[in-house]
């Protein structure tokens, strides 16, 4: 407790910005690679070299699960080294990473657990230091960040560094339901936020279109409700496991009163309609609920929730809650009755009574509650964690009440945000910023989420990284971190090794291409990534509304949509070397030459790429923009010209390629051209109207 | 038996060139993408769509093998088209799909089995007949390669394809003792053999470096002999049962009496120098020897292969056999005496002697020999198979006496040589085309071996693939399939489906180059990938010969030389347009400009590797490299530059570029930059002496 009040101490009261800001060091361009950044580093002299003699000794505290981290680092350590082994080579004369742990993380997991370490490099060795081993394996995952090839071999620079999270709950969400996710792709994700140190998975296990647990008390619930695509107990009391060892909780969470459509196609009587029912294959808000009013409801639950209690030990469970419509409350005589008898004046309330119900089998099980905004009603126990889609001043409002909460809105992974859109977004943002020291105190952090309308194991990777990497670092690093510049170049780098991890956010980009393109040269193929390199899905909930045919989990997800990062590096480059041009009131020559080529490559790639729009149906989905992009590399040839010549181009053609823009960035095949915004800039100084005015 | 026959008479007597030979087709350029081609393609009209509808029906014999592999070609199906999955659509009116299979293939599958199948795609559905469950699984393969993307959807084209392969043998040996290669690694491999057809793994087992597979008769050979990297029984009864599945039998070696350092630390005593000993951690041919005058030894033997027979169901068990230097036997008076008493000659008498009595104890085990050529000795039992390291001479001089022979030689894929010269190789080539047509009925086909030296998990699969994909075209084609520019073209594509098939041989390259280059931006990045992409490894034993410092199994596999292909793509591309430029008398302008972008792309390369160069020890290594690549560009410039004015390039010039040239096509960092052959045509062609004449 007390080395971490004094780390946070150093970075809330700002005894030191110099250290506690990502600053300048040795590794790569002035600054350490590391996300999430630690709380404090101090740069030392000199580096660290890894060779094969490398090897790793513990005092204090050790046990299975950190033997097992050690042994999980010395394998990473091997693969960004390609040194094929550790500790064996004959030459072996001192320890080179010494590891203190002072106690062990508690049996299961718990909220609130000291995660601090301070980790020294030195020429000579590598100290960690942890009061626990959550800690310990917390230092392994920095030390990886900051070993890279150097000068003379691999090497991690000599640095001291006392870190621990700013929030102690740090989760990423997977809907396995709408798509399931087999167990493989969970883990490799589970992999991905141990790098990050993330420490809460939160398993989404049951929707309108799957449940995805196997239940022994109630088997038809997976059974008919799965497409036989659910794990089994087996399976996760190995993911538990698996997450527990890289330091992370599992909360399970069973969506209730609505949001379960997938229970009633085995157990109908649970419904507050009329059967039967399907597995439901689209996507949005559906009627059915259940039956707050049937007594049989809650001895069901009872024993479910008994069940899974049982089976996830985490003290967390999470009941959902979200999304309710009402329609079949509305519909329903019998349950208009009981609400009239019990006093419940609507839906709302109603809900409020199903909750109160629900969570205390809850209690009675042991467990603390986790919902979503709707769960938190007048009443609940203290030891509620409300987790707000809908926002801060949600949030704030259940702290000012004394409840604890965590943030999601802002963090919804599948919406296509840009990452520095996600980054703003701050748990102590918004209302919770006018919150008292002590009611700031009940936000616990926050959960990114993936939610699987669009996902399949092949791009679900794609969709959660690198920009999670980059929410994990707004909830362990100090709110003053936020340069989006450093966090771009730090994440870009973070997004490699998680590439060489096993995930396959990179790795599934060319693949997906190749199924679009079909047998194609390599200049027709070429020409097909230059377009995708420059896209981007459409954002928010977009989709469904621009969707030809109403999409459903038989929709195959093999689109050039499908395939692309929801963020485009190329554009986002392209965006930043155009407003470094126009602010050097475009006297950059060296800009203008490399905006020149990238034009002249986009206008001539419409003509590599038509013969595979011939063929293909995909790539023909695409012609439009194809099309668009040639255009849009003529109109800033066109710009860079008229700017030359000091400006001035006329009105009518400003307005003409105006008009030309606001076609292209109409989103088509559900994908938006991200290219145009910053060539419309360029369109207006070349108008000489204003960015370029110093100039002309 | 008859419907193969009446197939290979079509190719074979040459009835019908027109079909049997690769030609136009409905896919992509005027030919089908199919590897290995097939005996006989006739085209029909129209396509058959892949729908989510798409499902598959039985008749005739069906088994649980053929059943896997329908449910495994339709997850391929799927990973093809992302269609989530099939049959399952409401709209399913009728089969697509109907598999006729006659029989089963045997329990152990047989050399020589029946592996033909006709295959009939029709717009309104697909036929595939086969005598036998391994032609259906063929058959399948063939339709998988058919399906790509169209102008309307996914498609396979009209057709009518009869087929069987031309020898019964077609194999890929991997070395898993010199580096050991997990289990997952050879499954991902065994997935590509099946995609090819070839149905031998040849799983050499045994050597200096390791002894890799579990014995419970002797349990040091493999505790002791293996640093602890081996495969359990039950691992190779998992292998080999998913080898089977896959229509590709498992031939186990285990090389004696040379070759075996490892089994000597655990068993000194077989020895015939004194112990103790250690693995081998070199590369080599070594001096410890089996003693062939120990009796223990035989017994042993006998206990040993009685144990590995019983493991290994095929009926070949592999011996090895190969590269005894005979310096222990020179050097151990008691072996000198035994030759002496029992009139051996020589060692190689020795050897034979040593041979002999091993093949006895295969045969009272039930099995049949393979070994290298060294066990050809006189008398051997007929029905031993020779595989021939040295060439097609001795694989002909073991024919004419009646012997059965594989031929690997010109197929050993870690020499690095280009796909065509492998593909220039024919069993049936040199002296074996002077065999009778009896004799060349027992030339059974051939291995392409993989020996590991210098491959890991990492970078295994771009050794063998995709080039091995043309070998086993050349295994199963009509002799006559030997055009290199439709072999190109159509491994192109196969490789990108062996990509989605789950190997990592494209996939492995850019995250090797990120750990050569660490954090880099992506101009620098692209500057590194730039040169990476125009070099090759030195070929066959040179890289030995050129190492600094001896390599040895602790040797981090981390360099250029590990990460690139072992043929560069980009490189043959540019010879071919250099060709076809000199071959236009260099009057062809869009050649011209698109040499020059290469050109300058290459000139002003090394500027932009520079920083990396000085940032990462393994860009430094290939800096020299970088700088004859830009050099390389200077050269070609000037060389257009002459050609455009009409050639007359002062021989002073030439004198100096040739001389310069010389210097960059001596290796560096064990690497070629393969560009340098096609600018030296150019510079011959700017100096007007010859290729440009005709323009001059």
């Not at 970075?11 to 990502?22: F, H, M, S």
């Not at 919902?371 to 702290?399: M, N, T, Y």
């Not at 096993?502 to 390599?522: C, D, E, F, N, V």
């Not at 003529?634 to 006329?650: E, V």
Request: aromatic share 8%.
């Amino acid at each position: 407790m007390s080395a971490k009040h004094w780390i946070q101490a150093l970075c809330v009261v700002g005894l030191a910005v110099l250290i506690c800001a990502p600053r300048g060091g040795a590794q790569a361009a002035g600054q350490l690679n590391l996300m999430p950044y630690p709380a404090s580093v101090e740069m030392g002299s000199g580096e660290f070299r890894v060779e094969s003699s490398f090897s790793v000794a513990q005092t204090g505290h050790t046990d299975a699960q950190l033997d097992r981290a050690v042994q999980r680092f010395l394998r990473q350590l091997s693969r960004q080294t390609a040194i094929p082994s550790f500790g064996s080579a004959p030459t072996v004369s001192k320890v080179a990473l010494v590891i203190h742990t002072d106690a062990a993380s508690k049996e299961v997991q718990e909220l609130g657990e000291d995660e601090s370490y301070v980790l020294e490099v030195a020429s000579g060795g590598v100290k960690l230091n942890a009061p626990t081993t959550l800690g310990a394996m917390h230092g392994l995952q920095t030390l990886l960040q900051l070993v890279a090839v150097g000068s003379d071999g691999f090497a991690a620079p000599a640095v001291t560094i006392r870190d621990t999270p700013r929030f102690p709950w740090r989760g990423l969400m997977i809907d396995v339901s709408r798509h399931f996710v087999p167990l493989d792709v969970l883990k490799r994700n589970i992999d991905g936020m141990e790098a990050v140190k993330m420490n809460v998975f939160h398993w989404h296990l049951s929707e309108n279109q799957g449940f995805r647990i196997e239940s022994k008390k109630f088997p038809k619930l997976h059974e008919m409700g799965s497409d036989n695509m659910f794990y089994t107990q087996d399976e996760a009391r190995d993911l538990i496991a698996y997450a527990k060892d890289r330091g992370i909780r599992v909360v399970p969470e069973f969506d209730m009163p609505g949001h379960n459509t997938a229970w009633f196609v085995g157990y109908p009587e649970l419904a507050s309609g009329p059967g039967p029912y399907g597995i439901e294959r689209r996507w949005g808000i559906f009627d059915p609920a259940m039956d707050p009013t049937n007594e049989k409801l809650y001895k069901f639950l009872d024993e479910l929730i008994a069940e899974m209690a049982k089976l996830f030990p985490d003290h967390y469970f999470h009941i959902g809650g979200d999304e309710v419509n009402g329609k079949q409350w509305d519909a329903n005589p019998k349950i208009q009755e009981f609400m009239k008898s019990h006093n419940l004046k609507n839906n709302e309330a109603l809900q409020a009574y199903f909750s109160a119900r629900v969570q205390k089998l809850v209690t009675k099980h042991g467990k603390a509650v986790v919902g979503w905004d709707e769960v938190f009603i007048p009443g609940v126990p203290k030891d509620i964690v409300i987790q707000s889609w809908r926002g801060q001043a949600s949030l704030a409002q259940a702290a000012s009440q004394g409840y604890h909460g965590i943030l999601s809105n802002g963090y919804y992974l599948d919406l296509g945000w840009s990452t520095a859109r996600h980054y703003a977004v701050d748990p102590m943002g918004g209302a919770a910023a006018n919150l008292t020291p002590e009611q700031q105190k009940l936000i616990l952090g926050g959960e990114s989420c993936m939610w699987s309308e669009y996902v399949n194991p092949e791009n679900i990777d794609s969709r959660i990284w690198p920009r999670n990497a980059a929410i994990a670092e707004r909830l362990w690093s100090a709110q003053s971190v936020t340069d989006v510049a450093s966090m771009y170049t730090r994440m870009h780098v973070v997004s490699e090794r998680l590439d060489l991890l096993g995930l396959t956010h990179q790795k599934s980009y060319r693949p997906m291409l190749q199924r679009i393109a079909g047998p194609a040269s390599p200049e027709e193929f070429a020409a097909l990534r230059t377009l995708a390199d420059v896209v981007e899905p459409v954002k928010d909930y977009a989709r469904e509304q621009l969707a030809a045919t109403e999409p459903t989990s038989a929709t195959p997800l093999n689109r050039v949509v499908d395939a692309v990062p929801l963020e485009s590096d190329t554009a986002r480059r392209f965006s930043e070397l155009v407003d470094k041009f126009v602010a050097a009131t475009c006297h950059d020559a060296d800009g203008e030459a490399r905006l020149r080529r990238q034009f002249v490559l986009w206008r001539d790639n419409d003509a590599r790429l038509e013969p595979l729009a011939q063929r293909s149906f995909l790539v023909k989905e695409v012609a439009q923009t194809s099309q668009d992009l040639s255009a849009l590399g003529a109109a800033g040839l066109a710009a860079l010209d008229f700017i030359a010549k000091g400006g001035g181009a006329p009105n009518s053609w400003k307005a003409e390629q105006t008009a030309a823009m606001q076609q292209i960035q109409k989103p088509k095949a559900q994908l938006l051209l991200m290219p145009a915004d910053a060539v419309q800039k360029l369109v207006d100084a070349a108008a000489g109207g204003g960015t370029c005015a110093a100039k002309n």
